[in-house]
């Protein structure tokens, strides 16, 4: 796994949104041939669903998309910094958390982005929290994130010339 670009995606719970994340950018990096190449997990903020699989909304919306979600709830930890390339968090309160993170890390080589900084339809806004609202919540995170996930992909392809 060394050499490898790891990419960590990260939400409050780590049940909805960054498992979600986590699956549609495996599903691209496997669609480009470049999974000896990208290593991608999720975490939350939270420890609150530590070992949980992903919500049933969440693997709903994914398989409608031909996507498996294999992902279980871990909290993010400021190792990651020293361990990942890239850190992507869901939405600004989750930034703020995990910028404390990375300053408490040793290193923090970790870059830090809001994850919609790679929306081109509403760049730098929040992925909204869907974990208490409707179906038609995972459908519209689903749109965000899979054209962040696709121009994020973009992006770090050309920074190391895959
Ligand atoms: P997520 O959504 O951060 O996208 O995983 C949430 C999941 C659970 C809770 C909040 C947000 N919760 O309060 O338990």
Not at 7 to 20: K, T
Not at 24 to 39: A, P, Q, W
Not at 63 to 80: H, M, P, T
Not at 114 to 130: A, C, E, N, S
């Amino acid at each position: 796994m060394s050499g490898m670009i790891k990419v960590l995606f990260v939400c409050l719970g780590n049940i909805c949104r960054s498992p979600l994340a986590e699956g549609i950018f495996k599903y691209k990096v496997t669609r480009d041939g470049l999974g000896d190449k990208i290593h991608v997990e999720s975490a939350g903020t939270s420890g609150w669903h530590i070992g949980e699989s992903p919500d049933p909304r969440s693997v709903e919306i994914a398989e409608r998309n031909g996507i498996f979600l294999d992902s279980y709830g871990r909290k993010a930890v400021s190792e990651d910094f020293n361990e990942f390339d890239y850190i992507l968090a869901m939405d600004s309160s989750n930034y703020a958390d995990l910028k404390r993170l990375k300053n408490s890390s040793t290193n923090g080589a970790a870059q830090l982005f809001l994850m919609r900084d790679f929306d081109d339809i509403g760049k730098g806004q929040d992925v909204p929290d869907p974990y208490y609202g409707g179906e038609d919540g995972f459908s519209y995170v689903f749109e965000l994130l899979d054209r962040s996930c696709e121009n994020l992909l973009e992006t770090i392809k050309k920074n190391h010339d895959f």
